[in-house]
Protein backbone atom coordinates (compact mmCIF):
# COMPACT_ATOMS: atom_id res chain seq x y z
CA UNK A 1 0.00 0.00 0.00
CA UNK A 2 1.10 3.87 -0.87
CA UNK A 3 0.00 6.90 1.24
CA UNK A 4 -0.14 9.97 -0.01
CA UNK A 5 -0.02 13.43 1.60
CA UNK A 6 -2.22 15.63 0.24
CA UNK A 7 -3.34 19.57 0.12
CA UNK A 8 -6.66 20.48 -0.18
CA UNK A 9 -8.71 23.73 -0.73
CA UNK A 10 -11.41 24.47 1.48
CA UNK A 11 -14.71 26.17 -1.19
CA UNK A 12 -17.40 27.17 2.03
CA UNK A 13 -18.98 24.74 2.91
CA UNK A 14 -16.92 21.65 1.96
CA UNK A 15 -13.22 20.84 1.16
CA UNK A 16 -12.32 20.12 -2.33
CA UNK A 17 -10.45 17.28 -3.68
CA UNK A 18 -9.51 19.34 -6.93
CA UNK A 19 -6.86 20.90 -6.82
CA UNK A 20 -5.05 18.26 -4.95
CA UNK A 21 -1.13 18.21 -4.05
CA UNK A 22 0.16 15.17 -3.72
CA UNK A 23 3.48 13.43 -1.89
CA UNK A 24 4.43 9.32 -2.58
CA UNK A 25 4.69 8.60 1.04
CA UNK A 26 6.14 5.26 -0.31
CA UNK A 27 9.48 6.53 -1.37
CA UNK A 28 9.33 10.20 1.38
CA UNK A 29 8.96 10.37 4.66
CA UNK A 30 6.41 13.57 5.60
CA UNK A 31 8.45 15.45 8.60
CA UNK A 32 6.04 18.79 8.54
CA UNK A 33 4.39 22.07 7.15
CA UNK A 34 4.19 25.30 8.13
CA UNK A 35 2.32 28.43 6.71
CA UNK A 36 3.68 32.16 6.25
CA UNK A 37 2.81 34.64 9.29
CA UNK A 38 0.35 36.62 6.71
CA UNK A 39 -1.13 33.31 5.49
CA UNK A 40 0.34 33.55 1.72
CA UNK A 41 2.02 29.91 1.34
CA UNK A 42 2.56 26.68 3.13
CA UNK A 43 6.02 24.93 2.99
CA UNK A 44 6.04 21.38 3.25
CA UNK A 45 9.53 19.22 4.47
CA UNK A 46 10.03 16.05 3.38
CA UNK A 47 12.92 13.77 3.84
CA UNK A 48 14.30 11.18 1.10
CA UNK A 49 14.13 7.74 2.12
CA UNK A 50 16.48 6.49 0.11
CA UNK A 51 18.68 9.41 1.17
CA UNK A 52 18.52 11.34 4.80
CA UNK A 53 20.50 13.91 3.91
CA UNK A 54 18.04 15.04 1.31
CA UNK A 55 15.50 17.34 2.26
CA UNK A 56 12.26 17.93 -0.33
CA UNK A 57 10.85 21.29 0.03
CA UNK A 58 7.05 21.62 -1.41
CA UNK A 59 5.37 24.89 -1.21
CA UNK A 60 1.41 25.69 -1.63
CA UNK A 61 -0.19 28.28 -2.90
CA UNK A 62 -3.79 29.59 -1.20
CA UNK A 63 -5.51 27.19 -4.20
CA UNK A 64 -3.64 24.46 -2.79
CA UNK A 65 -1.62 24.41 -6.15
CA UNK A 66 2.16 24.09 -6.33
CA UNK A 67 4.48 26.76 -6.46
CA UNK A 68 7.38 24.93 -6.39
CA UNK A 69 9.12 21.69 -5.41
CA UNK A 70 12.74 21.14 -4.82
CA UNK A 71 14.95 18.85 -3.63
CA UNK A 72 17.61 20.61 -1.00
CA UNK A 73 20.95 17.79 -1.06
CA UNK A 74 21.22 18.98 2.85
CA UNK A 75 19.72 17.91 6.22
CA UNK A 76 17.29 20.28 7.08
CA UNK A 77 16.70 20.81 11.14
CA UNK A 78 14.57 23.80 11.12
CA UNK A 79 12.69 25.59 8.73
CA UNK A 80 10.28 28.40 7.96
CA UNK A 81 8.72 30.26 4.73
CA UNK A 82 7.57 33.85 4.07
CA UNK A 83 4.77 35.56 2.38
CA UNK A 84 6.19 35.93 -0.90
CA UNK A 85 6.98 31.86 -0.34
CA UNK A 86 10.93 31.83 0.08
CA UNK A 87 11.75 29.23 2.54
CA UNK A 88 14.63 29.24 4.84
CA UNK A 89 16.14 26.27 6.09
CA UNK A 90 18.85 25.79 8.77
CA UNK A 91 20.64 22.62 7.91
CA UNK A 92 23.54 20.19 9.36
CA UNK A 93 25.85 18.49 6.47
CA UNK A 94 28.46 15.36 8.01
CA UNK A 95 31.57 15.25 5.83
CA UNK A 96 34.79 13.20 6.82
CA UNK A 97 33.60 13.73 10.60
CA UNK A 98 32.80 16.90 10.49
CA UNK A 99 29.75 19.39 10.70
CA UNK A 100 29.13 22.29 8.21
CA UNK A 101 26.04 24.39 9.83
CA UNK A 102 24.32 26.40 7.32
CA UNK A 103 21.26 28.91 6.45
CA UNK A 104 19.93 28.25 3.52
CA UNK A 105 17.27 30.58 1.94
CA UNK A 106 15.37 29.63 -1.14
CA UNK A 107 13.97 31.69 -3.50
CA UNK A 108 10.26 31.31 -5.03
CA UNK A 109 11.42 29.50 -7.72
CA UNK A 110 13.22 26.79 -5.31
CA UNK A 111 16.57 28.00 -6.29
CA UNK A 112 19.30 28.55 -3.36
CA UNK A 113 19.24 32.89 -3.21
CA UNK A 114 21.93 32.73 -0.28
CA UNK A 115 23.78 30.51 2.34
CA UNK A 116 25.50 31.62 5.51
CA UNK A 117 28.09 29.58 7.43
CA UNK A 118 27.62 29.31 11.12
CA UNK A 119 30.48 28.01 12.23
CA UNK A 120 30.04 26.00 15.44
CA UNK A 121 26.27 27.95 16.52
CA UNK A 122 23.75 25.63 16.11
CA UNK A 123 20.11 27.39 16.18
CA UNK A 124 17.38 26.75 18.52
CA UNK A 125 14.95 28.36 16.49
CA UNK A 126 14.61 30.17 13.09
CA UNK A 127 12.02 32.56 11.40
CA UNK A 128 11.56 34.54 7.94
CA UNK A 129 9.54 37.27 7.06
CA UNK A 130 9.91 38.74 3.55
CA UNK A 131 12.51 41.32 4.64
CA UNK A 132 14.42 40.14 7.88
CA UNK A 133 15.30 36.61 8.86
CA UNK A 134 16.32 35.74 12.19
CA UNK A 135 17.59 32.94 14.49
CA UNK A 136 17.79 32.46 18.37
CA UNK A 137 20.51 30.32 19.97
CA UNK A 138 20.46 30.52 23.84
CA UNK A 139 19.59 33.80 24.63
CA UNK A 140 21.20 35.38 21.67
CA UNK A 141 19.73 36.57 18.08
CA UNK A 142 20.68 37.19 15.29
CA UNK A 143 19.16 39.52 11.83
CA UNK A 144 19.81 38.77 8.52
CA UNK A 145 18.55 40.56 4.98
CA UNK A 146 16.40 38.48 3.53
CA UNK A 147 17.79 40.05 0.55
CA UNK A 148 21.03 38.66 0.45
CA UNK A 149 21.53 36.84 3.61
CA UNK A 150 23.84 39.55 5.25
CA UNK A 151 23.92 40.04 8.67
CA UNK A 152 21.79 43.19 9.84
CA UNK A 153 22.27 42.77 13.96
CA UNK A 154 23.20 40.14 16.78
CA UNK A 155 22.70 40.65 20.47
CA UNK A 156 22.17 39.15 23.85
CA UNK A 157 19.01 39.07 25.18
CA UNK A 158 19.71 38.31 28.58
CA UNK A 159 16.91 35.23 28.13
CA UNK A 160 17.59 31.80 27.26
CA UNK A 161 15.31 30.01 25.04
CA UNK A 162 13.56 27.50 26.10
CA UNK A 163 10.66 24.84 24.93
CA UNK A 164 9.08 24.12 21.80
CA UNK A 165 5.21 23.85 22.13
CA UNK A 166 2.87 22.35 19.30
CA UNK A 167 4.13 25.39 17.21
CA UNK A 168 7.17 26.81 15.77
CA UNK A 169 9.28 27.67 18.65
CA UNK A 170 9.99 31.44 17.26
CA UNK A 171 7.46 33.70 15.43
CA UNK A 172 8.01 36.29 13.38
CA UNK A 173 6.31 39.33 12.22
CA UNK A 174 5.03 39.13 8.40
CA UNK A 175 8.37 41.11 7.44
CA UNK A 176 10.59 39.40 9.87
CA UNK A 177 11.68 42.55 12.06
CA UNK A 178 10.57 41.69 14.64
CA UNK A 179 10.35 38.24 16.60
CA UNK A 180 9.28 36.61 19.43
CA UNK A 181 10.21 33.39 21.35
CA UNK A 182 9.81 31.76 25.28
CA UNK A 183 12.26 31.90 27.81
CA UNK A 184 12.12 29.87 31.05
CA UNK A 185 9.51 32.46 32.60
CA UNK A 186 8.83 35.53 29.94
CA UNK A 187 7.86 36.51 26.79
CA UNK A 188 10.92 37.60 24.73
CA UNK A 189 10.60 40.23 21.62
CA UNK A 190 13.46 41.57 19.73
CA UNK A 191 13.64 43.72 16.56
CA UNK A 192 16.25 44.24 14.17
CA UNK A 193 17.22 47.49 15.45
CA UNK A 194 18.79 46.07 18.41
CA UNK A 195 15.34 46.78 20.67
CA UNK A 196 14.36 43.87 23.57
CA UNK A 197 11.75 43.71 25.22
CA UNK A 198 11.31 41.47 28.27
CA UNK A 199 7.44 40.30 29.29
CA UNK A 200 7.10 38.50 32.82
CA UNK A 201 4.71 35.40 32.01
CA UNK A 202 5.13 32.96 34.31
CA UNK A 203 4.82 29.24 33.76
CA UNK A 204 3.86 29.71 29.90
CA UNK A 205 3.16 27.04 27.86
CA UNK A 206 2.36 27.97 24.28
CA UNK A 207 2.74 31.00 22.39
CA UNK A 208 1.43 32.25 18.99
CA UNK A 209 2.18 35.50 17.01
CA UNK A 210 0.11 38.00 14.96
CA UNK A 211 1.76 38.59 11.71
CA UNK A 212 0.14 41.72 10.60
CA UNK A 213 1.55 44.17 12.40
CA UNK A 214 5.33 45.45 11.37
CA UNK A 215 6.51 45.72 14.88
CA UNK A 216 4.77 42.31 15.84
CA UNK A 217 2.97 43.58 18.67
CA UNK A 218 0.98 41.17 20.32
CA UNK A 219 1.39 37.10 20.80
CA UNK A 220 -1.19 34.81 22.26
CA UNK A 221 -0.29 32.56 25.30
CA UNK A 222 -1.92 30.00 27.89
CA UNK A 223 0.17 29.31 31.35
CA UNK A 224 -0.11 27.80 34.48
CA UNK A 225 1.00 30.33 37.68
CA UNK A 226 1.19 28.09 40.61
CA UNK A 227 -0.44 24.93 41.40
CA UNK A 228 -2.88 24.49 38.67
CA UNK A 229 -3.91 28.31 38.43
CA UNK A 230 -4.78 28.68 34.72
CA UNK A 231 -4.48 31.40 32.38
CA UNK A 232 -4.88 32.42 28.56
CA UNK A 233 -4.77 35.53 26.95
CA UNK A 234 -2.34 37.83 25.10
CA UNK A 235 0.34 39.51 25.93
CA UNK A 236 1.65 42.79 24.16
CA UNK A 237 5.11 43.85 23.12
CA UNK A 238 5.08 47.13 25.23
CA UNK A 239 3.95 45.11 28.41
CA UNK A 240 0.32 44.93 28.65
CA UNK A 241 -1.64 41.44 29.28
CA UNK A 242 -5.19 40.32 28.88
CA UNK A 243 -6.14 37.48 30.58
CA UNK A 244 -8.72 34.90 31.19
CA UNK A 245 -8.32 32.58 34.07
CA UNK A 246 -10.12 29.56 33.41
CA UNK A 247 -10.10 27.84 36.82
CA UNK A 248 -7.65 26.39 39.81
CA UNK A 249 -8.08 23.00 39.86
CA UNK A 250 -5.92 20.43 37.20
CA UNK A 251 -8.85 20.05 34.73
CA UNK A 252 -9.18 23.73 34.18
CA UNK A 253 -6.08 23.27 32.06
CA UNK A 254 -7.12 26.64 28.82
CA UNK A 255 -5.99 24.13 25.84
CA UNK A 256 -4.19 25.76 22.72
CA UNK A 257 -4.47 29.57 21.94
CA UNK A 258 -4.30 31.11 19.00
CA UNK A 259 -4.25 34.63 17.46
CA UNK A 260 -5.64 35.40 14.21
CA UNK A 261 -3.05 37.41 11.93
CA UNK A 262 -4.52 40.57 11.98
CA UNK A 263 -4.47 40.32 15.54
CA UNK A 264 -8.25 41.13 16.61
CA UNK A 265 -9.10 37.57 17.42
CA UNK A 266 -8.39 34.83 19.72
CA UNK A 267 -9.56 31.18 19.71
CA UNK A 268 -9.01 28.82 23.00
CA UNK A 269 -9.66 25.33 21.65
CA UNK A 270 -10.63 22.90 24.57
CA UNK A 271 -13.57 20.73 24.16
CA UNK A 272 -14.91 23.31 22.14
CA UNK A 273 -14.07 26.57 20.31
CA UNK A 274 -13.93 30.10 21.96
CA UNK A 275 -13.72 33.15 20.24
CA UNK A 276 -12.73 36.28 21.58
CA UNK A 277 -12.50 39.59 20.39
CA UNK A 278 -8.97 41.50 20.98
CA UNK A 279 -8.46 44.96 23.01
CA UNK A 280 -5.67 46.21 24.34
CA UNK A 281 -8.38 46.37 27.96
CA UNK A 282 -9.74 43.04 27.13
CA UNK A 283 -10.63 39.67 25.70
CA UNK A 284 -14.69 40.47 24.69
CA UNK A 285 -16.69 36.69 24.12
CA UNK A 286 -18.14 36.18 21.03
CA UNK A 287 -19.00 32.61 20.43
CA UNK A 288 -18.71 29.04 21.34
CA UNK A 289 -18.67 26.75 18.58
CA UNK A 290 -19.04 22.89 20.05
CA UNK A 291 -16.78 20.28 18.07
CA UNK A 292 -18.34 17.99 15.41
CA UNK A 293 -20.47 14.89 16.28
CA UNK A 294 -17.97 11.83 17.93
CA UNK A 295 -14.93 14.50 17.76
CA UNK A 296 -12.67 15.57 20.57
CA UNK A 297 -8.85 16.60 22.05
CA UNK A 298 -7.43 19.22 19.50
CA UNK A 299 -3.85 18.52 18.49
CA UNK A 300 -3.35 21.52 16.40
CA UNK A 301 -5.69 24.61 15.42
CA UNK A 302 -4.93 27.55 13.05
CA UNK A 303 -7.57 30.31 12.41
CA UNK A 304 -8.19 32.11 9.36
CA UNK A 305 -6.73 36.03 8.81
CA UNK A 306 -9.60 37.38 9.86
CA UNK A 307 -10.68 35.26 12.18
CA UNK A 308 -13.87 33.43 10.58
CA UNK A 309 -12.62 29.87 10.10
CA UNK A 310 -10.60 27.62 12.94
CA UNK A 311 -9.01 24.27 11.79
CA UNK A 312 -8.71 21.84 14.23
CA UNK A 313 -6.57 18.10 14.22
CA UNK A 314 -8.87 16.23 16.54
CA UNK A 315 -7.04 13.35 18.46
CA UNK A 316 -8.70 10.92 15.89
CA UNK A 317 -7.03 12.71 13.31
CA UNK A 318 -10.12 13.85 11.32
CA UNK A 319 -9.22 17.19 10.11
CA UNK A 320 -12.64 19.77 10.60
CA UNK A 321 -13.21 23.13 9.75
CA UNK A 322 -15.74 25.63 11.64
CA UNK A 323 -17.04 28.72 10.95
CA UNK A 324 -16.67 30.08 14.85
CA UNK A 325 -18.27 33.13 14.13
CA UNK A 326 -21.54 31.92 13.76
CA UNK A 327 -20.71 28.36 15.51
CA UNK A 328 -21.24 26.13 12.37
CA UNK A 329 -19.13 22.66 11.38
CA UNK A 330 -18.47 23.36 7.98
CA UNK A 331 -16.78 19.67 6.94
CA UNK A 332 -14.55 17.37 8.18
CA UNK A 333 -11.96 14.82 6.07
CA UNK A 334 -9.54 11.98 7.27
CA UNK A 335 -5.99 13.03 8.10
CA UNK A 336 -4.26 9.57 9.05
CA UNK A 337 -0.74 10.63 9.53
CA UNK A 338 -1.65 13.31 12.02
CA UNK A 339 0.21 16.25 10.58
CA UNK A 340 0.17 19.87 11.58
CA UNK A 341 -3.04 21.81 11.03
CA UNK A 342 -2.10 25.33 9.48
CA UNK A 343 -4.64 27.55 7.28
CA UNK A 344 -4.26 30.22 4.52
CA UNK A 345 -7.60 31.63 4.34
CA UNK A 346 -8.19 35.62 4.21
CA UNK A 347 -11.58 35.73 5.44
Known sequence: ????????????PSFSDSPVVENDEGTRTFRDQVRSAGQQYIAVIIKEITDTENTVVKVIKKDATELYEVVINKNAKLWDVNDNGEVLLYTETTSNGSTVRELICLDNTGSVKWSVDLGGTTPNAIEIGTQYAGIVVGSNVRFFSVADGSEVNSFDTGHSFSGNG???????????????????????????????????????????????????????IWRRAGDYVWY????????????????????????????????????????????????????????????????????????????????????????????????????????????????????
Open 1 to 12: MTLYVRSYSFSD
Open 166 to 220: KYQPCYGSADGFTLAYRSDRDVIFANADGDIWDVYAEGIRGLYITGRDIHCGKVS
Open 232 to 347: FGVVYRTGERVEIRTGVTADAIPGDCVISPCGEWLIRAYNKIYLYYVTQSELKSISETSYASGQSGQKYIDLSFYGKYALILHDSNTLCVYEVKTGAHKDSLDNPLGTRAVMLCSD
